[in-house]
């Protein structure tokens, strides 16, 4: 045998181990995807239980997270001749009524910005606004366990 034959089989026999070595790595690589996969599922799980949310409220978010979001819809011109109603306010003498729980909680825990929170819809709320849920039974108490997990910093 000579000099050259005897390189290209060593060239052979090293690009067969790079090629399963390289296998190898692709191998390692996809389950260290899947491992890190379940670790996220995991992690959301628990934080989604923390906040008083079943697994089905999150694959339920999930779902309407990845729906693409509708056009927006163009508001038809007002006429001119229209105008709004003026805004009415109670007597000053009536009492104001008092906020409820899911206002003075998020106010409590996101301060200027809970007007706004409480009116945009939320996926961990199937996509609802908090106001929304909060009027359906049990939703009082989601939206006040949302706000719970929003104060611990989850």
């Known amino acids: 045998m000579t000099a050259r034959a005897s390189s290209v089989e060593a060239l052979e026999a090293e ?7 390289r296998r190898d790595l692709e191998r ?6 899947v491992d890190e996969l379940k670790a996220l599922v995991d992690h959301f799980a628990q934080q989604l239980g923390a ?20 056009p927006p819809v163009e508001q038809p ?15 000053k003498s009536q009492p104001r009524p008092p906020m409820d729980a899911v206002h003075l909680r998020a106010q409590s825990v996101l301060g200027s910005d809970a ?7 939320h996926p961990l709320l199937g996509g609802m606004t908090p106001t929304q849920m ?15 997990a929003y104060a611990r910093g989850a």
């Open 134 to 148: 909060a009027a359906t039974p049990r939703g009082e108490e989601k939206v006040l366990a949302l706000l719970a």
């Open 115 to 121: 007007i706004d929170w409480l009116q945009r819809a």
């Open 15 to 21: 690009i067969a181990r790079l090629t399963q070595e």
């Open 28 to 33: 390692q690589q996809r389950q260290l995807r």
């Open 51 to 70: 906040a008083g949310f079943g697994l089905q409220d999150g694959i339920d978010a999930l779902q309407a997270r990845a729906r693409p979001a509708p």
């Open 77 to 91: 011109a007002r006429h001119s001749v229209i105008k709004p109603a003026p805004f009415v306010t109670a007597p």
